[in-house]
């Protein structure tokens, strides 16, 4: 049985693209599969359940960030080369050194690149505004160089898999869609009767807290609000206004609080700003909204209206109007037949097209493409050695 391990240094527990899509595909694959993750007892005892081996490292909260960071991803990578496996697969820029190390020494190597680094680095608060560009030139170039040498890179979208194109020796998109039937309604709720509108994932600034919260305000309903919002200036300034006594703060929820959110809202909004990381992004709540039958209200982007209104499953809105967030939720709630359509129309959309399995193909395809070369070399190199020893 061929031996494989995911590596993250970033990500925690039991990660959706990490564990539940990929690291399962490949132990159900029949796979050896391994994950060096940050992770608790929990998540090492339900990965056990699914045939993953979770290596546990926890980050050291002593130091700064650059400090942590570093004793982390080494961390991680001694962890993972004492694995000895025959193919790795990483999950985060920090750990692309380490990635090379790892090809240098004769494995199957792949970069997992889940987002645009340099158009991320340009929307990073702990980044100084100052020095985003030389960092961004900085990463972009370690990445580059990384890229080269790896077995291939695997990309979470068509847009980051095309900065790869004319570096990778092999680029394959793996989107990050949704698994089907993972977020049934935990009970059914009459369209008429369901709560409000929600939103689902991290917060932060440019996730559109500020005008979701206003939209809300200037409607008549409730924004059922899950993901971590940590204590901070932004909290402090979104939680005095007037909207946020409609605002039902979930806080972190699991796969199950997630699909019961979902089943009591009658929309679900992905107002993300035009950051260069979101613009070109396919941010998986969308699909996961589309996935349940809950219409979205997303930020007009291009790429965005090619599903949402090519879909006809949704309401693309100006992102910085929440007069137009706040008439799409009005529109919604007062057409109770448009929000049954649309939810119909997004849950077919995401069986013919936007399913996990169809990208988990991809996925074993690479993997055994990959694993028969190594087999090959290994066996070429069996042939030199015996012919030199027969001379």
């Known amino acids: 049985m061929k031996k494989i391990c995911h590596i993250s240094s970033v990500h925690r527990g039991l990660d959706i693209r990490i564990f539940r899509k990929e690291c399962i595909s490949l132990a159900n694959a029949g796979y050896d599969t391994h994950l060096v993750i940050d992770a608790s007892a929990a998540d090492i005892a339900e990965a056990a359940t699914h045939g993953v081996t979770v290596h546990p490292v926890a980050p050291d909260?002593?130091?700064?960030?650059?400090?942590r960071m570093i004793a982390h991803t080494r961390r991680c990578y001694q962890t993972?080369?004492?694995l000895d496996a025959h193919?790795?697969?990483?999950h985060d820029p920090e750990l692309i050194p380490y990635g090379v190390m790892l090809a240098r020494a004769g494995k199957k190597v792949i970069f997992d690149a889940h987002e645009d680094l340099v158009g991320d680095i340009h929307a990073k608060d702990w980044v100084p505004v100052r020095a985003r560009r030389a960092v961004a030139a900085v990463a972009g170039a370690v990445q580059d160089f990384g890229a080269r040498r790896f077995s291939a890179v695997v990309a979470a979208?068509?847009?980051i898999g095309s900065l790869?194109?004319?570096?990778?020796?092999?680029?394959?998109?793996?989107?990050?869609?949704?698994?089907?039937?993972?977020?049934?309604?935990?009970r059914d709720v009459d369209v008429s009767e369901r709560a409000g509108v929600c939103y689902v994932g991290s917060i932060h600034k440019h996730r559109g807290i500020r005008e979701m919260v206003k939209a809300i305000g200037l409607s008549d309903e409730e924004l059922l609000l899950a993901g971590d919002f940590q204590a901070g200036p932004l909290r402090d300034e979104v939680t005095g206004y007037g909207g946020w006594r409609q605002v039902r703060e979930c806080g972190v929820v699991d796969r199950k609080g997630i699909a019961d959110i979902m089943a009591q809202s009658f929309a679900g909004m992905v107002i993300f700003h035009p950051v260069p990381n979101f613009i070109n992004a396919q941010p998986i709540k969308m699909f996961e909204y589309m996935s349940a039958g809950v219409p979205v209200i997303a930020s007009d982007f291009p790429l965005w209206r090619e599903f949402i209104e090519g879909n006809q499953c949704g309401i693309c809105v100006d992102h910085a109007?929440?007069?137009?967030?706040a008439a799409a939720i009005r529109h919604l709630r007062a057409h109770p037949e448009d929000v049954i359509r649309m939810g119909t129309n997004g849950k077919r959309a995401t069986a013919e097209k936007y399913r996990w399995d169809l990208e988990?193909?991809?996925?074993?395809?690479?993997?055994?493409?990959?694993?028969?070369?190594?087999?090959?070399?290994?066996?070429?190199?069996d042939a030199d050695d015996q012919r030199l020893f027969e001379a």
């Open 61 to 67: 909260m002593g130091g700064g960030r650059l400090s």
């Open 80 to 82: 993972a080369r004492e």
């Open 87 to 90: 193919l790795y697969h990483f």
């Open 157 to 159: 979208t068509p847009f």
């Open 164 to 186: 790869f194109v004319n570096l990778a020796k092999r680029v394959v998109v793996v989107n990050n869609f949704p698994l089907l039937h993972e977020l049934p309604p935990a």
């Open 321 to 325: 109007r929440p007069e137009a967030i």
């Open 360 to 381: 988990e193909t991809k996925l074993l395809s690479l993997y055994s493409t990959l694993l028969e070369e190594r087999q090959r070399g290994r066996s070429l190199s």
